[in-house]
């Protein structure tokens, strides 16, 4: 009798102290509150050979933001943080689209390979520049990308003259917009930098070097990691993951803005990487907490939508949720509200320790 | 025109960071003046080459040198309130989206609900101020990042912007348009209203950052934030006030604005929080804070709006530029930073 009553509270607990608990439990109440309002939110139905259905097109249109979050996640894990993805995007867009417009056959693989290239390659420099400002120069991150994130849009306008280069071009509509065996080809290939990223940063030690980096990047160089070479090596990833997003986004629209591709995306990446739970002080990261989190900020746009709020508010639903998954994540915030309440109720069995242990665990985890 | 401003920072840059052992270029290095110095002869040399490049097409009447002053009054009140904040080691990212907001919500008022305009500037200051409040609150209370809150800043006014109306309320207002057009003679030229508040408000920072006690604290705060503490400064109220301060800069700037174009728009300046951190960086305020003057933020706004006008007067360069030039520039000024603060260090 007594001891499913204890076992059964434990592994609750242990439930809801697992760090994606609280990530996956909004998507799913999210996607929940779109139930009463389109029934057959969850059906996914065959048409023309693809696959079509809210879930789908929730995956499909958050890919680019998986994408630059996940990047963003190993730049936070540092602690550092990288404001000029959006920019990135825009540039890599603008050189690609740009590269392909001037070829006499825009449906030539070699041209449309070649343009992604050069785009990516674009990209990888942006973030070695950021690399080098932040960690051989020293400056703080927010300011070093801030540096890309004004004059990085100024050249993909320069890129593109100011005006919104269209493509059309079969082999390149496929990043972006196209389909393979009956889902949407972007899903692929955010499937393969999520399962690249984990298995470099979980199968291999570079995981725990960016986490060690990110705790104490001193006590970490002091003890034979070159925390300078990981600090760059993430900026460059991070741009890299951006410039694929670029690429998708440009590829989506067959089309590449200069002043609008990616406005707005490194603010997003960074929502997506606290609500998955990386601490924005560094020194710990979640890989899939990131991808969750993308999901629940675009599980949101496409509940605002379909629940038939007015899509203006958008903006200020997202800046409920920083602020309260910022308060929640804050120990001493919790300290102030859950502590003391928790101290006052388990006060008699176990003086205090509950109260002080929690918010701890948090940090240090 | 933005090329040979290219070139000029840079050479301004190398000549400054250049590690020589002369200890005069040593002292000069460690002068914490040296920044706003720069600032100025860059200020300097652009409007001297700009003098001798355009002189023909009147680039050289001082109403020209007024307009600057007159086109930038709400950057330069934007900047004001960004330094007190850059100054105290904090950051204020929902600088523009307030603009935007103000904007928004006196045409609103205004326009829609019939308010005379005497009731609703107060009101504006005072969402504006209170919206400042409410996140230095947050970020001292909590200790959240300031980064993080005023970012949820910037999407709550942004979106509150939306919420008001999607469509832009143009102003048509006599009292509004009358002062719009108001202009104080100055013998060689005019200054607009809006210009003439921001240089009032820009005295008045002068005043409280050099000549107060709060100023005192916000640059103790910004050198160590725990030093601070154990001389007994009041950390709390010093930061929150920070942040209101940025708040009511950010609403008078949405005001001037709003004059200066007569109308709200949710999507009125957009990005202006940028604007207003590399104007305040360029004026050689130490982005660790505890260190700059806010009169360098002054040069750094004239700078950008010099950059602006000689876009403008070239004619055949297009206003990305202006985007780059600010880029590059916010670079150089980072580096000399970078190598004032190692030498300090060393």
Not at chain 1, 299 to 316: E, F, M, S
Not at chain 2, 198 to 224: D, E, K, P, Q, W
Request: glycine share 12%; with cysteine.
């Amino acid at each position: 009798m007594s001891t499913p009553a204890v076992t059964t509270p434990s592994r609750w607990r242990a439930l809801t102290r697992h760090h994606l608990f609280w990530p996956v439990a909004v998507l799913i109440a999210l996607l929940l509150v779109n139930v009463p309002f389109t029934p057959d939110f969850f059906a996914i139905r065959m048409a023309d050979g693809h696959l079509y259905g809210s879930l789908v097109s929730i995956v499909l249109f958050g890919s680019p933001l998986i994408l630059v979050a996940v990047g963003m996640t190993l730049v936070i894990a540092t602690g550092g943080i990288d404001l000029s993805v959006g920019a990135v995007v825009a540039i890599t867009g603008a050189l690609t689209c740009s590269y392909i417009s001037d070829q006499a056959d825009q449906n030539a693989l070699a041209g449309v390979f070649l343009a992604m290239g050069i785009g990516l390659v674009a990209a990888v420099v942006c973030g070695l520049w950021n690399g080098f400002l932040v960690a051989r120069m020293g400056i703080q991150p927010i300011i070093a990308t801030l540096i890309i994130m004004v004059a990085g849009r100024g050249v993909a306008q320069l890129i593109t003259d100011g005006q919104i280069i269209t493509i059309n071009s079969e082999p390149y509509k496929l990043i972006g917009g196209g389909y393979w065996l009956t889902l949407p080809f972007s899903i692929f290939v955010v499937a393969a930098v999520v399962a690249v990223t984990v298995a470099l940063t979980r199968r291999t030690a570079l995981g725990l070097l960016v986490e060690s980096v990110g705790g104490n990047a001193e006590a970490s160089r002091l003890v034979g990691i070159r925390s300078r070479r990981i600090k760059i090596m993430v900026y460059m990833f991070c741009a890299l993951c951006a410039g694929i997003a670029g690429l998708m986004i440009s590829s989506n629209t067959s089309a590449a803005d200069g002043n609008n591709a990616g406005l707005w995306i490194e603010l997003d990446a960074i929502l997506a990487v606290v609500i998955g739970g990386t601490s924005l002080l560094g020194g710990r990261f979640s890989i899939g907490g990131t991808v969750i989190g993308a999901l629940v900020i675009q599980t949101l746009t496409t509940t605002i939508y379909t629940i038939g709020v007015p899509t203006q508010t958008n903006l200020v639903f997202k800046a409920a949720v920083v602020i309260v998954v910022c308060l929640l994540q804050s120990p001493k915030f919790r300290a102030k509200v859950f502590g003391a309440k928790g101290a006052r109720t388990t006060a008699p069995a176990e003086p205090a320790t509950p109260a002080d242990a929690a918010p701890k665990m948090e940090v240090s985890r | 025109m933005s090329a040979t401003t290219k070139t000029r920072t840079a050479a301004e840059g190398r000549t400054a960071s250049k590690p020589a052992p002369a200890s005069a270029a040593a002292r000069l290095l460690g002068d914490r003046r040296l920044p706003v110095l720069v600032t100025a002869g860059l200020f300097l040399a652009m409007y001297i080459g700009g003098l001798s490049r355009y002189q023909n097409y009147g680039f050289g009447e001082p109403q020209v040198f007024l307009n600057l002053f007159i086109d930038n009054s709400y950057l330069l009140v934007a900047a004001v309130g960004a330094t007190f904040v850059i100054m105290s080691g904090g950051i204020d990212l929902s600088v523009g989206s307030l603009i935007g907001f103000t904007t928004m919500f006196t045409a609103w008022l205004v326009e829609r609900q019939g308010l005379p305009l005497l009731l609703v500037i107060p009101l504006a200051l005072g969402v504006g101020a209170f919206g400042g409040f409410l996140m230095g609150y947050v970020i001292h209370n909590f200790e959240i990042q300031p980064f993080i809150v005023t970012l949820a800043g910037l999407f709550l006014f942004r979106g509150l912007c939306l919420v008001i109306s999607k469509e832009s309320i143009s102003i048509s207002d006599s009292t509004v348009s009358s002062m719009a057009q108001t202009r104080v003679s100055l013998g060689l030229g005019e200054l607009s209203i809006g210009a003439i508040v921001a240089l009032v408000v820009l005295a008045a920072a002068f005043y409280i950052l050099h000549y107060t006690r709060f100023g005192r604290r916000v640059y103790a705060i910004g050198g160590n934030e725990q030093s601070a503490l154990l001389m007994g400064l009041p950390l709390g109220g010093t930061k929150i006030a920070v942040y209101t301060v940025s708040g009511f800069c950010s609403a008078l700037a949405g005001l001037l604005f709003m004059l200066y174009i007569q109308s709200g728009d949710p999507l009125h300046a957009v990005g202006m929080e940028l604007d207003a951190i590399a104007a305040v960086v360029i004026g050689g305020t130490l982005l660790t804070g505890g260190s700059g003057y806010v009169l360098g933020t002054l040069f750094g706004v004239l700078v950008l709006g010099l950059i602006k006008s000689i876009i403008q007067f070239e004619g055949t360069l297009s206003s990305w530029w202006t985007k780059i030039a600010t880029g590059v520039l916010l670079c150089a000024f980072i580096l000399i930073q970078r190598a004032m603060t190692t030498r300090k260090q060393t």
